[in-house]
Structures are given as structure tokens and as C-alpha cells.
């Protein structure tokens, strides 16, 4: 039996949201299960450059603490590495050494 990638019965992103601003969902229990799925799907496809596991269980515990920033809030999303992420090496997509982590997060993150 092939390997089904997509979960056509997990929430949209949107209802996540919603769930996360009312009281539903903890971002912190989110993330854990991302990673979770992570780990099942993605040694097949290859899909991930560079996972922060622990960065991305700090960020969700100060967005389970923080006030409401946005349509995102406390959903885990993924960033491309096109993109710079303060602190991570931006290799947009090359297997060339980057010289140093990233000093600051690309607008697009910080949105």
C-alpha cells in the first residue's frame, strides 16, 4: 500500500487558528504533533533542509503565553530556506557552506 503524504482529514490551517484563539488548541500540543508527522513522512520525502525542533517548541510555548499577533497565531507553519530565519542558515537551496546564521528574520517571517 502506497504512503498517504496528505491528511485529507486534518483541520485547514484556518480552523486551527480559529481553535487556537478560542481556547481549543494549544500551540504547544500543535507543534508536537507536526513534528510527530515530521519524523513519519519526511525521511521519505526529503522534503525539510534543516528542522529547528527546538526552536520551534520555544516559539509555540511563548505563543501559548502571548497575546493574539496575527491570523497565524500559534499555528506551526514551515519556512523555505530561501528565506532568512534569525539564527538559521539560509542556504536557498544549495548544498554550498553558508558562512553564518541569518542575523534577523526576512519580513515575509516576520508576517
Known amino acids: 500500500m502506497q504512503q498517504r503524504w496528505v491528511d485529507l ?3 485547514t490551517v484556518t480552523a486551527l487558528a480559529a481553535d487556537v484563539r ?11 504533533r507536526a513534528l ?3 519524523a513519519a513522512c519526511d525521511g521519505d520525502l526529503a522534503a525539510f533542509v534543516h528542522v529547528d ?3 520551534a517548541r520555544r516559539e509555540a510555548e511563548q505563543r501559548h503565553r502571548a497575546r493574539d499577533r496575527g491570523p497565524l497565531h500559534g499555528v506551526p507553519v514551515a519556512v523555505k530556506d530561501l528565506f532568512d530565519v534569525a539564527g538559521q542558515l539560509t542556504r536557498a537551496g544549495s548544498r554550498l557552506p553558508v ?11 516576520q508576517r
Open 9 to 11: 482529514d486534518a483541520p
Open 22 to 32: 478560542a481556547g481549543r488548541a494549544d500551540p504547544v500540543e500543535l507543534v508536537e
Open 99 to 109: 558562512p553564518a546564521p541569518a542575523l534577523r528574520d526576512a519580513v515575509a517571517v
Open 36 to 38: 510527530a508527522r515530521l
Open 53 to 55: 525542533a527546538d526552536g
